[in-house]
């Protein structure tokens, strides 16, 4: 790594002071009440309610009136289920307590999940426990019973039969056969329905580029494991493209560092994103740049003629012919018929693009919507079902929309909430959380996902399988349903010669199997007609799904709410992210709120200044304004000093898909020109980085020496010449502490590998899942109040829009000589024999001087007793870990009571704990595997070879608090930098 | 002035009787030894576990298996009770009763289990009722221990750690009673002693003594 380079947070840096301080208007400054009155008086109020104490009262312990089989109160069942939560259809494990599912996790043998979960997934099962979900079905506004529904329904399809009007099934991709068959007896059964697909973030123009090209409208399947040259346009495919955690997982085997070469990954991209992040090489450009670019790329690759970065990065694809892959992820026919091209060039086809089991997670067409409003119009519309999307919110013309809705006789929503769509129609189905329903689902071709119940219904649901297949006149169980399409189908698409029960059965328990893929002959590849694309200079907008929020589905999930985007680190919001120099050419500060106006339409929101931004973009994520997060207007603790959580719409974030446009009939997310004028107005940003920072005083270094970075970076061939280069090596320690306390039984260590960690903060929803982690709102957020056990340290190096950024996560780092514990007064912090810093709740009387003395700080304080009112939310509260109350410290246990378990089973099992038994929460969930747990006493254990690694560093080194956390530097693939190794 | 003296004196009687009461029956707070409430049904542990000899995982099946050694369900009861409807003491008075009267003998229900019946739903000879649902039997939760403290049965029985060792001699116990005061001293106590005298291994063994043993 180079000398000079430095990594730094936020810019606050520079000017240590603000840090410190913290925002301005939360200083406080003399009142007539202060604290010490305050605590007085409370004092002797306290002294006076003692004198009534309470009896302790009656628990009641109320059996099952029916002993279920092999169910044993307190004890977790695991089955195989399939997360319909982000689209990408993952294989899950669901931890079962009691009966209730509390938990996901990746299944390992799945072949999209593979062990990993992305934090969207991970956050789902919150949602199964919502109050505020429909429950029942209802026909304008009361409650009616299905077959009341279904009469209803019924009468009003045979009237638009009769007045020739259509009847129009929208949903999105559809993934089930089971679903797909009893669509087409319903269309059979209705000659004048329709059914339409569509996916709110749409992929609409790669499925028809490959119709250009190929003949056949595919979405094909992406192995990144199997490029050794990555070269992605605006297209985010670790993070939220088509399917993150299949990539993330394929993108890892390809970086070994134990081979002779590792893919290069080269990202083009217009916004900031943590697959840009990641890359070995990052470029800023703006959407009429990377249109540019992706010409010169094929020109160059067709005629060598072609200069400047296009042909630098063609001669480097050309180079690994049938081993490169081009993708992109702006929806734009005219790009994506260009990637088709450069991709065929370099003899990609079906080696690392392959068209013979494609994807099938979105097969939606803009066009077709496009086609279905116009329809609307002229009145040919006489019944509309619309089942997971939400066209009035998703689409840029949803207020028409919502207006051409009114005039459709019936309308009918299957929704699990209320959106701004299903308010509009006039028939509601409550559909049921994935969690308690039955689904068959093929993600990609030739692989067979199931969805069983985890847990008996909580409402009076059905999904869109058993509405539409009764409304074809078949009426059956939802299992049944399923069943009994696979007992007609599975002879011509299974592999093996088992029978039907067999084969069921074990679908059923693994929650997948390998199937035949359908057949499919693509076309010759034809060179195509680029249509003509219009991509303006100048201040343009990219809207883009963000990590947490997506589509906006999710966002009555106050998890996904609260997870801190990874690269601005904001919770609770969407704002505006322009680079500094536009900022400084407007004047604009971070927070300051601007109006941003396109196609007539305008939308108010603040600005973040966001280092490596291209300069003409303001990137903003799509997903927030949704109508339902109204309910997140008393989220948090109640106080007389509380701020709202809602802006001044009344809704968390600002919507903007009203500011997007159609080109060719698909819809354009990124490249639409936008003018921004200041509205003089300021917002406060709920930052999670602006505070708890590490810091890392010269005078702490050793004499002579500088002070050691907190990330450790080289380069792929520096590695291979010296494995220890990117290393501060040669500083010595002075202790005071003598070394006696030998840690006989076990002792536990974690090693974070940099190189690998993308940030995508699946192991700190996985995190707060698992530890029952309160969500605070928006105001305790930004008075630096979080209470996430794990988060992702963020630092940025470089300047202008050429930046690197690197992530660090950042937990309890378990010190062997922990600065916490020599200063708490009441010993609620303490060492375990198995190195394992302990915090006992019920010691700790909340003084705080331990999280004041932890370097790291990673010490959380109950400043109030967060909400748990909601009875049905609460099922979601792990029963292993305590819900801790006002005025204790808390912080990463290293999930003790995983290690507790795995020792009370092995013990019981009369087996030696083996390595890899325990699996924290944070490290199953990694879809990089970045996370490596273990016995530090087992030689042979991972972790031990990992610390012997001679990547393997400590952050903080120099203050000896000898953590048992440690970090593998950081390894890209590029050339090497000016200057050289830092030797300390 | 007579009124107010009248009213001192009793005031001082009052609290002074208050500390006479909480001397006798003081204990630190949460601390409920010797509870025995008053259970929905009168369940003889000295019957079933004493007399009757009925193993303690017959009924309480998870406590190998589980964290939770769990209260049997209505159903598990209704093992024995399909057929055990009244004690033998019963059934003799109800024979000689017969045969004095010159009549056929009667099926007869004692009380206590004709509450199973109806919790099961059933009718007072424990036949089921057609369309009739039980309901739970809600049984008053005698071992309580706080929120903040995991404690698990399964490492005690792997541990062999006997039932009574905690839960006292429930063989003699007609109505079940909390006999140790669940204190962590008390719990330390055992953890700090030598664990020869277990079943188990010595090397399986070991001193748990860290907070987080059962703090998290």
Known sequence: MSKDKKYWMSKNEISADEVVAGPADLQTTSTDWNRRDFLKTAGFSLAAF?????????????????????????????????????????????????????????????????????????????????????????????????????????????????????????????????????????????????????????????????????????????????ADMILSLDADFLGTWISPTQYTKDYRKNRSLDADHISKHVQIESRVSITGAKADKRYAKSVSEIFQLAQDIEHALQSNKAH??????????????????????INDLSIQILVNRINNALENINKTVNHRSPSKQKNGSDLAVA???????????????????????????????????????????????????????????????????????????????????????????????????????????????????????????????????????????????????FPLTMGIFRQGTLPKSDFKKGLTLVAYPSLQMLD????????????PDPIMKLTWDNVACISQIKADELNLNQGDIIQLSSNNTS?????????????DVVAVALGYGREGTQRFKNIGPDWIQKKDTLGENELVGERITHLLSRQEGNIVFSGIPVSMTPTGKKADLALTQTYNTLANPENTAPPSMKVRPF????????????????????????????????????????????????????????????????????????????????????????????IDVAFQPMMCQHCDNSPCEPVCPVLATVHSSEGLNQQVYNRCVGTRFCANNCPYKVRRFNWFDYAHNDELENMVLNPDVTVRSRGVMEKC??????????????????????????????????????????????????????????????????????????????VRNREEEKGGNHHG | MQRQLKLVTLLIFAVGLLVVLSNSTFRMPGNQQNYEPIQPIEFSHRLHAGEMDIPCQYCHYGASQSRHAGIPATSVCMNCHKYVSATKEDFQLEEQEAVSDGREMESITSIEISKIYEAMGYDSLGKPIDGKEGKSVEWIKVHNIPDYVFFSHKPHITAGVDCADCHGDVTSMERIKQTEDLSMGWCLDCHRKDHESLEAAPERTQLLLDCATCHY
């Open chain 1, 50 to 226: 003692m004198t009534a104490c309470s009896k302790t009262p009656v628990n009641k312990a109320i059996p099952f009136l029916i002993q279920p089989e092999e169910v044993i109160p307190g004890k977790a069942y695991w089955y195989a289920s399939t997360s319909h939560a982000c689209g990408s259809g993952c294989g899950v494990l669901v931890k079962n307590r009691d009966s209730r599912p509390i938990k996901l996790e990746g299944n390992p043998d799945h072949p999209v999940s593979q062990g990993g979960l992305c934090p969207v997934c991970q956050a789902s099962v919150i949602e199964l426990y919502d109050s505020k979900r429909l429950f029942n079905p209802m026909i304008s506004e009361e409650n009616v019973t299905w077959d009341r529904l279904n009469t209803n329904v019924v009468q009003g399809f045979r009237k638009s039969r009769k007045n020739g009007q259509r009847i129009v099934i929208l949903t999105e991709t559809i993934t089930s056969p089971s679903t797909k068959y009893y669509i087409q007896k319903f269309l059979k059964k209705y000659s004048n329905a329709k059914h339409i697909e569509y996916d709110p973030i749409s992929y609409s123009s790669i499925l028809d580029a490959h119709e250009v090209s190929y003949g056949k409208r595919i979405l094909p399947q992406y192995h990144f494991d199997k």
């Open chain 1, 308 to 329: 400047g970065l296009g042909s630098e990065l063609a001669t480097e694809l050309k180079q690994h012919k049938g081993k490169s892959l081009v993708i992109s992820g």
């Open chain 1, 552 to 563: 906006g589905r999710h966002s009555e999930n106050p998890w996904l709410q609260e997870m």
């Open chain 1, 893 to 970: 246990s290293m999930c003790i009571q995983r290690i507790q378990e795995a020792k009370i089973e092995a013990k019981a099992k009369g087996l030696p704990l083996a390595d890899g038994d325990i699996k924290l929460a944070c490290q199953q969930s990694c879809p990089a595997d970045a996370i490596t747990f273990g016995d530090l006493n087992d030689p042979e254990s991972d972790i031990s070879k990992l610390v012997e690694d001679p990547r393997h560093y400590h952050v903080l080194e120099e203050l000896n608090a000898r953590p048992t956390v440690g970090y593998l530097t950081m």
């Open chain 1, 603 to 615: 939308v108010e929101l603040p600005i973040y200044i966001q280092e490596g931004q291209h300069n």
């Open chain 1, 711 to 802: 990330i450790q970076e080289t380069t792929f061939d520096e590695y291979k010449k010296d494995p220890s280069s990117g290393a501060h090596h040669g500083h010595q320690v002075v202790t005071l502490w003598k070394d006696d306390h030998p840690y006989e039984k076990h002792h536990w260590g974690m090693a974070i590998d940099l190189g690998a960690c993308t940030g995508c903060s699946a192991c700190v929803i996985s995190c707060q899942v698992e530890n029952n982690v309160p969500v605070v709102g928006k105001d305790e957020v930004y008075r630096r109040r979080d209470m996430a056990w794990m988060r992702i340290d963020r630092y940025y190096s470089g300047e202008g829009d050429d």
């Open chain 1, 371 to 517: 086609q279905l409003l116009s329809d609307m119009k002229s009145g040919q519309v006489g019944a509309l079902i619309i089942d997971g999307v939400n066209p009035v919110y998703d689409l840029p013309e949803g207020e028409q929309f919502s207006r051409l809705m009114e005039s459709i006789p019936i309308t009918i929503a299957f929704s699990q909430k209320e959106t701004e769509t299903s308010s509009q129609c006039n028939t509601i189905c409550p559909s049921p959380h994935y969690l308690e329903s039955w689904s068959d689902d093929e993600f990609t071709s030739g692989i067979l996902s199931m969805t069983q119940p985890t847990i008996q219904g909580l409402g009076n649901t059905r999904t869109l399988r058993k509405s539409i297949a009764s409304w074809a006149g078949i009426e059956n169980d939802e299992r049944i349903l399923v069943r009994n399409y696979w007992k007609k189908n599975y002879s011509t698409r299974k592999k093996g010669s088992q029978s039907f029960n067999r084969w069921w059965d074990n679908l059923v328990h693994d929650g997948f199997v390998t199937i035949k893929p």
